[in-house]
Each structure stands twice: as structure tokens, then as C-alpha cells.
């Protein structure tokens, strides 16, 4: 999963590009290269997705706020605003992607299935 590879025969990959092409970042591949298995259930089948990408942020805004008391006694908001900024654009590649691949492994109904022994 964390190579964003297909979900059933773990070969194919699910993104036609590499996650630093930023201008293709949204593309996925419709099916699988190797086993045919649909990356695309249903139309509109991402729309779930942004709830992840949602809870990404809501997880990383918590993970700053902790992290920015540790290491400064008293952070003024600003930093707090700006932390979060920067690591959101840093972070938004990763989880536009991951929040896809999340849903597809956890609604998508596509089980590995080992087509090396076949
Ligand atoms: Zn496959």
C-alpha cells in the first residue's frame, strides 16, 4: 500500500506519474496495467476520499500545535499559521494521493490475489 500499488495483485501501480509531477498529481491510472482490476468502482467513487485528505489535515494541525509546544515555550499564533501552511503544501501531494489509495484498500472490494502462482 505505501508504494501506491494496485490492491489486488500488488504490481500495477495506481498513479501514471511519480508524486513530485506536480502538475499531474491528480491523474491515476483507470485500471490496472497488469491485472485489469478497475481503480474506478463507480463514478464520483473518490468523493470519499476527501473525507481522509480532511482527517490528514485535521491529524497534521494537531501534530504541529503539539510539536510547536515542545520546542517553544510560548509560539505566537503566526508561527502556529505559518507551520501549518508550509507543511500542508508540502504535505498535499502525499496526501491527495494516500487519501485515494487509503479508500481504494479500505472500500474499493479488491483482494489480493496472488497471480505469481497462477
Ligand atoms: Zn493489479
Redesign the pocket.
Known amino acids: 500500500m505505501v508504494g501506491a500499488?494496485?490492491?489486488?495483485?500488488?504490481?500495477?501501480r495506481l498513479f501514471p506519474v511519480s508524486i513530485f509531477s506536480f502538475n499531474k498529481l491528480i491523474d491515476m491510472n483507470k485500471?490496472?496495467?497488469?491485472?485489469?482490476?478497475s481503480f474506478q468502482p463507480e463514478p464520483r467513487f473518490y468523493d470519499g476520499a476527501m473525507f481522509i485528505s480532511y482527517a490528514f489535515s485535521v491529524a497534521l494541525v494537531i501534530t504541529v500545535f503539539v510539536a510547536l509546544n515542545l520546542f517553544l515555550e510560548k509560539p505566537a499564533l503566526w508561527m502556529y499559521l505559518s507551520a501549518i501552511v508550509i507543511i500542508n503544501l508540502l504535505l498535499l501531494p502525499m496526501m491527495l494521493r494516500y487519501s485515494k489509495v487509503l479508500y481504494l484498500y479500505a472500500v474499493g472490494k479488491?483482494k489480493y490475489q496472488d497471480?505469481a502462482s497462477k
Open positions: 500499488k494496485c490492491p489486488k495483485c500488488r504490481k500495477g485500471s490496472c496495467d497488469v491485472c485489469q482490476a479488491l497471480t
